[in-house]
């Protein structure tokens, strides 16, 4: 009796195994079915936020086609202040060059009624009327001292009249600078001009030396009333009361 009652009280294992099974399978479905719904859910409103609303997708057109307009005038703004930039470049580099070439016919016009030394990086020699063995009766000009080679220049604006030997003068130049006067340049190594060539103030004619009747390199300058020896005046006191200390 004892042995039935206890056989009647008693589950079968394989009952008691396959109630477990449904009560996990259960657990394992209703998990399963849960994480299924999250993971619905986010991509559920994932798509909503791609999609967006009609209004949002409207709103970020105009945005979009509002920034392209504000580009574009941008754009259009530069090009526009570039060409005006440019313009204006063209403009000033025109009034520079119109500045510069009328200062330069200033100069020049300025240079061709001046008056300047005969040479430069001089030494004063022998002066004018000075007496000596050197010279037959006095001395006729003023000697600016310079090395062979240095150059000379016209005094003043005039005309070439004498272009080649001058005796005791050796190569020498007179030029006609106006009514009554001239300008002789003598011992030159170089003659640089010719007879009847117009020459302005400050241009080259020639290169000192020694020659003719000379005790070493110099130039010896001479203002005249005619083209000749012996119509000299005093040259130093001559460029002084034309604006120029020698």
Do not use: C
């Not at 396959?18 to 299924?36: E, F, K, S």
């Amino acid at each position: 009796m004892r042995k039935n009652s206890t056989m009647k009280n008693r589950t079968p294992k394989s009952v008691t195994r396959g109630r477990v099974a449904v009560v996990t399978g259960g657990l394992v479905a209703a998990l399963a079915l849960g994480t299924t719904a999250a993971l619905a859910s986010d991509t559920q409103h994932v798509g909503t936020l791609a999609a967006g609303s009609p209004a949002s997708i409207s709103q970020t057109v105009a945005k979009q086609a509002a920034d392209q307009k504000t580009a574009a005038a941008k754009s259009e703004a530069a090009a526009k202040q570039a060409k005006a930039d440019a313009a204006a470049k063209r403009k000033a580099a025109a009034e520079a060059k119109k500045r510069a070439a009328a200062k330069a016919a200033a100069d020049r016009k300025a240079r061709i009624a001046g008056w300047e030394t005969p040479t430069t990086g001089y030494v004063l020699g022998a002066g004018y009327h000075q007496v000596g063995k050197h010279w037959i009766h006095t001395h006729s000009g003023q000697d600016f001292v310079v090395p062979t080679g240095t150059t000379v220049r016209a005094a003043h604006t005039g005309t070439v009249v004498t272009a080649g030997w001058g005796g005791a003068y050796g190569n020498n130049i007179v030029i006609k600078n106006g009514t009554n006067l001239y300008t002789q340049y003598g011992h030159l190594s170089h003659i640089g001009v010719h007879v009847g060539e117009q020459v302005i103030t400050g241009e080259t004619i020639g290169l000192s030396g020694s020659t003719g009747n000379s005790t070493g390199p110099h130039l010896h300058f001479e203002v005249r009333t005619t083209p000749y020896y012996g119509s000299s005046v005093e040259p130093l006191h001559f460029l002084k009361t034309h604006g120029v200390t020698p």
